[in-house]
């Protein structure tokens, strides 16, 4: 009984896979990077922006409660 020997591997057609996979995740990241990007610059134009208007409650709220705080 003769063994059947195993097909010959192709460096190339892996690697070429593994490039393109990479290149697929590069995409995805810049992608996903520039929609998180105009995301926050939306949010953060004008002078009375959504972002501007969570600061200011944030700081209206611990004005408010430093001062109750600090009452005896």
Do not use: K
């Not at 995740?25 to 004008?46: M, P």
């Amino acid at each position: 009984m003769s063994a059947v020997p195993a097909p010959a591997r192709t460096p190339g057609r892996r690697s070429a896979r593994l490039a393109r996979e990479r290149a697929q995740r590069g995409q995805s990241l810049l992608e996903y990077l520039l929609v998180v990007g105009l995301a926050v610059i939306v949010l953060a134009i004008g002078p009375s922006s959504p972002l501007q208007r969570v600061f200011d409650a944030f700081g209206q709220r611990y004005q408010t409660y430093t001062e109750a705080m600090s009452r005896p």
